[in-house]
């Protein structure tokens, strides 16, 4: 069961810097936050997980509140390539197959 | 390095016939899974196999699925009886098997069922 919250679509133009915001009140110690995302006609793609330490990679930051009841994944200067199905995930360590919710849908602007 | 690699792309079949559903995961990866996805119920998790045992199929509908990996190199997904319900986008994922590892994605086959 999915147990994180988003919104179901945001929009920006591009070049901007876009937030999406992910909400999961009852995470647990031992769960990692991930973040796919989806175009369509293609499978999930990674963008990035953590734990309790913000991350950065050439996608995306993922900022990780200090409760961890929340996060943010950050796309700096979105292109119309990042339009996407974004999806939060939580996933216990140790264990493998994820549940994923609904997503955001990201649309770019040209 | 292919990525995982889904066949059919498309499949189209009558009501109650069989469908076979093939996943090659990527070369070395030890844990594949199966999702299915849906407009409605978006993407849901099936079953997944560690070392071509499984692991865990809680989300395999109790009848007329079956999932199998009978080498490291594939695994199959059959549907028996097919109904117009079981419509869906049949994702295969592949992993290195350790533990908090990513999911390689393949590009689904979309399964139709008149």
């Known amino acids: 069961d999915a147990k994180t919250t988003q919104p179901d679509s945001m929009e920006s133009t591009e070049g901007e810097t876009v937030h999406l915001p992910c909400s999961h009140a009852t995470i647990s110690g031992n769960e990692y936050i991930y973040w796919y995302r989806q175009v369509p006609l293609q499978g999930p793609e990674y963008v990035t997980h953590g734990l309790q330490q913000n991350t950065t990679n050439s996608m995306a930051f993922l900022a990780i509140a200090s409760d961890r009841k929340s996060s943010t994944l950050i796309l700096p200067h979105v292109s119309l390539r990042d339009a996407a199905v974004y999806h939060c995930i939580l996933r216990v360590a140790g264990y493998q197959n994820f549940y994923f919710g609904k997503g955001t849908s990201l649309t770019v602007i040209p | 390095n292919a990525g995982v690699i889904q066949t059919p792309r498309h499949k189209v079949t009558g009501k109650g016939q069989e469908a076979t559903l093939w996943c090659e995961p990527i070369s070395g990866h030890s844990a594949v899974f199966w999702y299915r996805q849906t407009i409605v119920q978006g993407l849901e998790f099936l079953t997944y196999?560690?070392?071509?045992?499984?692991?865990?199929d809680s989300g395999m509908p109790k009848e007329r699925f079956s999932a199998q990996m009978p080498n490291q190199s594939h695994s199959t997904l059959k549907i028996q009886s097919t109904q117009p319900q079981d419509s869906a986008v049949y994702l295969c994922?592949?992993?290195?098997?350790?533990?908090?590892?990513?999911?390689?994605f393949g590009p689904g086959t979309r399964l139709t069922v008149l």
């Open positions: 196999f560690r070392n071509q045992a499984p692991i865990d």
């Open positions: 994922a592949s992993s290195p098997g350790l533990g908090g590892a990513e999911q390689f």
